[in-house]
Every structure is written in C-alpha cells, then in structure tokens.
Nanobody, 118 residues
Framework: QVQLVESGGGLVQAGGSLRLSCVAS????????MGWYRQAPGKRRELVAT???????NYADSVKGRFTISRDNAKNTVYLEMNSLKPEDTAVYYC????????????WGQGTQVFVSS
C-alpha cells in the first residue's frame, strides 16, 4: 500500500506561481509513474502532468510551457511548479501514483486546493 500527501496549495493572483509537493510513503518500490491531476468545479478530473521513474514527462496541452513536474526519488517526492497561473487553473489538485504491476488500482492523495483570482 502507498500513501500520498500533497501540500502547497493556496490562493494566488493571476500570473503568480505555486509549487505543489507530494510525499509518498509505504510500499514505494511498487510505484511506476507519478503525476498530478486536477478537478475544477463542474468539470471532470483531468491529467495535468506525469513523470516516470526514469524522468520522462508528459503534460496536458493547457499547461505546457507553464508547469513543470519533477521527481526526487531519494525523498520519495514529486513536485509541480506552476507559473503564469490563470483563473482557469483553479481546481483541486491530486497526486497520483501508478503501480508497476499493471491492473492494480492507482493510489491517490487527498488533494490540495488551488485558487487563482482574476
């Protein structure tokens, strides 16, 4: 079992920046890729960014050039640096960990709220 704890959310003005952190604990050797998802009011949860254990990254088109995902395996932590924030980035951001064993359910954090004001 894996536990994920997010931090770093808050209220910022448009154009500002935030850095989210997610610390993994438990059976961390079972983790393959990690990532960030978000769910805005009235919207379905969507992919923001992912990063594999080898460092390969993938981003949603809406955040390319503005957000950067990184991973510190020694600290069992994944980060999401968010720059040039827009009101449409307002959402609850969830940390995700995908097991190496395909077919096993993903692990999720409790989420951290990001609110970007106009």
């Amino acid at each position: 079992q894996v536990q994920l704890v997010e931090s770093g959310g808050g209220l910022v003005q448009a154009g500002g920046s935030l850095r989210l952190s997610c610390v993994a604990s438990g059976n961390i050797f079972s983790i393959n890729a990690m990532g960030w998802y978000r769910q805005a009011p009235g919207k379905r949860r969507e992919l923001v960014a992912t990063i594999t254990s080898g460092g390969s990254t993938n981003y949603a088109d809406s955040v390319k050039g503005r957000f950067t995902i990184s991973r510190d395996n020694a600290k069992n932590t994944v980060y999401l640096e968010m720059n040039s924030l827009k009101p449409e980035d307002t959402a609850v951001y969830y940390c995700n960990a995908r097991p190496r064993l395909l077919g096993t359910a993903d692990f999720w954090g409790q989420g951290t709220q990001v609110f970007v004001s106009s």
